[in-house]
Structures are given as structure tokens and as C-alpha cells.
């Protein structure tokens, strides 16, 4: 449907525009949409502490208690309180691979519904629809789902045999997009929209309108249909204002580079789908020049798991030590990540150990960088008496230092030894960082750290843990959810969303959005340009 069937009123203003139509933004609308948690009389959670804490205002929906309250003494693996509450609600004690019953009921209350619009470039699902269908997904299954549908019974409808608790990101992503439609979600988005501008906009006294948030792009639309069939795309702008804006964008858009010397060579990658497109092109096997992974995250492991089932041998240099407890495998559950734990005990058991070198070579090798030493071929079957993963070697505490031509790779250790391998081809998978170029500077003066870019692991948009609303905002209204604020796990963004619909509600039930809701603010208002823009189907 398009948004001019609907009553237009110039000048009205949005509550809420969410940029991003991933499982974050998903999930806010749902939330958004009037679906409220409740406790269900008859349930009980297996800690007895958060039981008896919900159990005082069993009347209240989750939206309307003291969530920093309800917090309190929880423990969990994310560093994000109300994401630990939300997850231990939706699944409790699933770190240990348990299945008890949620005690959450879902109540559909529509006067409860806040009018909002979600913008994404593609359907819904985010970047899921991007992503390599071939790798298992790092979570368990359920781990992937949002409130009121079970992954489980949708995949069990979509195939035959269920192999194990995994399923493909194209499997995500299908899901992700059919809860749009099953949860009648569609009429809150807008796909094929690029977002070109976030500015806080002032008070204007003469049509007594307060401050709010504008929101500016384009949208891709279907033109003309061609005598094939085929339609031409055309882009048209668009505008919007809004009280609150939810920056959900993720951070997929734009691969990290190490900066180094020779990293625009073609056999130096920076993505997953090159390592596919090479398979598949019958450039990888086992008598390839070794493949150099660059990363210690979980593409760069799944990464090491292809190039390893090919038996194609590969070089792994990462700069942490296999036993930093920021390594993100040593934050999983070893019983429920098997072959990511294999891939740490690649990383730990199979690591280089050069020769000693003399005193007069040390120097050399320090202070020389073009006389570092070589390593001999790495094969498949190269390998110790005592080796359990032969062709797989790992440089803990390594970095890039230079990429040749010649498909030479020269490493340095943090102590400053310099090591050259011969390599076919070179995977940098150190991460991404989001693309908000909407925003002034690129959004980097709302980081914890505002020199720095913002990445989700490193620096992160600095929010206040239990609502989400950005600290170094312009102006109040503007929130941030998902990876933006270093949430990686959907099972754990779940709980951004839950914060933000309830400062939202507990803004309204304050008085603070006086007029906000009333029948006009249901019409979206696209001013100065063609007031429309297509949602849904």
C-alpha cells in the first residue's frame, strides 16, 4: 500500500522513525505495534529472586515496570542489563542448554500502539539477506527468533528434517521477512529507502510546533514497466519529521581494512563471499598456495572451517592471544559452539614457533623489515607426529605489516619479528563498521570515545543502558539499538528493543507527548517533496 491512501496532514509529526529494518528494528515494531508483555499467572521462573521482583505488580506489562529495578543481581553474557533481563525472560537459563517455558504471556493491545515507520534499504531482515547462505548460523536456532514466533515450528513448515538447532542465514532471513507479514508489521515499513540526513530541527513558534528530528533520503521505486516485462527503477526524496528517531542501522555496511601497505591487491579480500565465489570457482584446494585469514571473530572462523574442509592449508593471524578472555570464543559455551571450539583449539594447539634466532639475526630481523625470515610450504599434510589439524597454522599476536604482488605476506609479531609467507589468497575479516553518514561526522561524536569511529566492538554509540536514548544526542528523542551500541547476538539486541518501547511508553504516559497520538499523527507527512512514500508489499 502506499502511504497517500492514508490521510495526509502537512506538518504532522511522526513519534517515532526507525533507520534500520533488521531483527532490531523488527522487534521495536512489534513492540511498538501494541504486542505487550505481561507475566502469565500461571508461570514461574527459575530465578526465584527476578520471580518474586515480577510478581509485586503482576497487573503491570513489562513495558510499565522499573526495568533497572528488575535488573538488578542478573548476570548474563551480555554487558547490557536490560538485554540479560529481556533474554532471560524469553529464554531462561539457555546457557545451559535448557529449554524452560518463557514466563511471558503476549497480549495484543492495539490502543497501546505507537504510529511509527521503519526504513531499510532492502525487505526485512536486514542484512541477513546479504549474508552467505552456505555457513551455519553462529546461534541456536530459537536463539535467532523474535517474540510471539517460534523458529523452530516456521522452519519445521519450510522443511522436512530439521538437522540440529542451526539454520542458514538464508533461512534468517526468510524467517525475519515472513514475521513482518505474519505479525501484520507491513504497513510500519518502508523498503528501498536510503537515509541521506538526520538534523535536529528547531521550534517553529508560528505553527506552534516543538522540536523534533528530520529525517530526509530516497526511496527506490518501480517506474515504467518495458515491453520485456522489466520495470525501470527511479528514486524519488523524501522527507519526514519525527519526536523520536531509533538508529538500528547495524554494522555490515562497510568492511574495517588494516590500512596496510598492498591491501588493494586483488588476492586481498574483505569479505566472506570472495572465499565463496573462489570455491566455487574451483581456485581453492588442497594443492593452493596457502589461504591467510586475518581476524579472531566468528566470518574469520567460519572462514578458517571452509578453506579447512577443502584441505586447502591456512596461514591465521589474529593479534590477540588465543587466551584473551575478549576473544569472543572464549565467551561461548563450549557444548553448544563445537565447531567454533574446534576452531579455537586449531588456534591454540597449532601456533608458529620460530626458530631462535641468534642475537645478530634478532637485530636484523627488528630494525631490516626487507630481511624478515621465510616460512617453508604449508600443505595439508605438513604437520607434526603430534599435530590433530594438519595444514592449519596460527600466528597469535600477529598483524599485517605489508602485501606484495607477489602474493607474499609479510607478518610481525608484537615483539617486532617479521615473518614472510607465501599465500594464494588473503581473507581480512576483522569486522565492520556501520555507514552513518546520515549523521554529522558520521555519527562520531555520539561514541564512547568521540575521536574514534564508530565499530561496534571498539566504540560503540554510547547509550544509557536502560532506556537506549543516546547520551550525546543533539536533542532528547534520539536512541540507538543492536550493534550500534555493541550488541552482535540477536537474542541479546531483543532487549534494546524492549528498553526503548518502554521509555517511549513511559514518555507518553508522562504527558510528555501530549497531542502526539492523536488520529492525524497516524498519516505520515512528507514535506516539500512528493508526500508519499511506499510501505508494505
Not at 526504513?119 to 535467532?144: C, F, I, R, V
Not at 570457482?281 to 574442509?309: C, F, I, K, M, N
Not at 540477536?490 to 504516559?509: C, E, P
Request: aromatic share 6%; charged share 20%.
Amino acid at each position: 500500500m502506499d502511504r497517500h491512501d492514508k490521510e495526509i496532514i502537512p506538518g504532522e509529526i511522526l513519534p517515532v522513525v526507525i533507520i534500520g529494518n533488521g531483527p532490531s528494528g523488527i522487534c521495536l515494531s512489534y513492540l511498538l505495534s501494541g504486542y505487550t508483555p505481561y507475566l502469565s499467572p500461571d508461570a514461574s521462573h527459575p530465578n526465584p529472586l527476578l520471580h518474586s521482583k515480577l510478581g509485586e505488580q503482576p497487573h503491570l506489562s513489562l513495558l510499565e515496570q522499573d526495568l533497572e529495578y528488575l535488573c538488578e543481581g542478573l548476570e548474563g553474557r551480555s554487558s547490557n542489563p536490560v538485554a540479560v533481563l529481556f533474554d532471560s525472560l524469553l529464554l531462561p537459563d539457555s546457557d545451559f542448554g535448557l529449554e524452560h517455558t518463557s514466563p511471558l504471556e503476549w497480549r495484543y493491545e492495539p490502543e497501546r500502539a505507537v504510529p511509527h515507520l521503519v526504513l531499510g534499504k532492502g525487505p526485512p531482515g536486514g542484512a541477513w539477506h546479504a549474508m552467505e547462505g552456505s555457513m551455519l548460523t553462529l546461534s541456536l536456532a530459537n536463539w535467532m527468533e523474535l517474540p510471539g514466533l517460534k523458529l523452530k515450528d516456521w522452519m519445521r513448515e519450510k522443511r522436512r528434517n530439521v538437522r540440529n538447532d542451526r539454520a542458514t542465514p538464508a533461512e534468517i532471513a526468510s524467517y525475519y521477512q515472513h514475521y513482518v507479514s505474519q505479525m501484520s508489521l507491513e504497513q510500519n515499513f518502508a523498503c528501498g529507502t536510503t537515509v541521506t540526513s538526520v538534523t535536529r530541527q528547531p521550534a517553529d513558534q508560528e505553527a506552534e510546533s516543538p522540536p523534533c528530528w528530520r529525517v530526509t533520503g530516497m526511496q527506490r521505486r518501480e517506474g515504467e514497466e518495458l515491453g520485456d516485462g522489466s520495470a525501470v527503477s527511479e528514486e524519488e526524496p523524501f522527507s519526514m519529521l519525527a519526536h523520536s528517531v531509533v538508529l538500528a542501522t547495524g554494522t555490515h555496511d562497510i568492511p574495517a581494512r588494516l590500512g596496510v601497505e598492498g591491501e588493494s591487491l586483488p588476492h586481498v579480500c574483505h569479505s566472506f563471499w570472495e572465499l565463496e565465489a573462489a570455491i566455487s570457482r574451483g581456485e581453492l584446494d588442497q594443492s593452493s598456495d596457502p589461504v591467510l585469514v586475518v581476524g579472531a571473530g566468528l566470518t574469520a572462523a567460519d572462514a578458517v572451517l571452509a578453506a579447512h574442509h577443502l584441505n586447502t592449508p591456512v596461514y591465521h593471524a589474529f593479534r590477540r592471544s588465543v587466551n584473551d578472555p575478549g576473544l569472543i570464543f572464549n565467551q561461548l559455551p563450549k557444548l553448544l559452539y563445537p565447531e567454533y571450539h574446534k576452531v579455537h583449539q586449531m588456534m591454540t594447539q597449532q601456533q608458529y614457533e620460530p626458530d631462535p634466532p641468534s642475537p645478530q639475526n634478532r637485530a636484523q630481523n627488528l630494525h631490516d623489515p626487507s630481511s624478515p625470515s621465510s616460512l617453508p610450504p604449508l600443505s595439508p599434510s605438513s604437520s607434526s607426529s603430534s599435530s590433530s589439524y594438519p595444514g592449519y597454522l596460527s600466528f597469535p599476536r600477529y598483524r599485517v605489516a605489508a602485501f606484495r604482488p607477489d602474493r607474499k605476506c609479510v607478518l610481525e609479531s608484537d615483539s617486532g619479528r617479521r615473518t614472510v609467507v607465501q599465500i594464494s589468497k588473503a581473507l581480512v575479516l576483522i569486522g565492520a563498521h556501520p555507514n552513518l553518514s546520515f549523521l554529522e561526522d558520521n555519527g562520531r561524536t555520539l561514541g564512547v570515545n568521540p575521536e574514534e569511529t564508530i565499530t561496534c566492538r571498539r566504540n560503540p554509540v554510547e547509550v544509557d543502558p536502560f532506556t537506549n536514548k543516546v547520551l550525546a544526542a543533539d536533542g532528547p528523542g534520539l536512541y540507538a539499538m543492536g550493534p550500534l551500541v555493541g550488541e552482535n547476538f540477536v537474542r541479546f539486541l531483543k532487549g534494546g528493543a524492549l528498553a526503548i518501547a518502554s521509555d517511549i511508553a513511559k514518555t507518553q504516559r508522562a504527558g510528555e507527548g501530549e497531542g502526539r497520538r492523536s488520529d492525524r499523527s497516524r498519516g505520515l507527512v512528507l514535506d516539500s517533496y512528493p508526500s508519499e512514500i511506499k510501505v508494505g508489499k
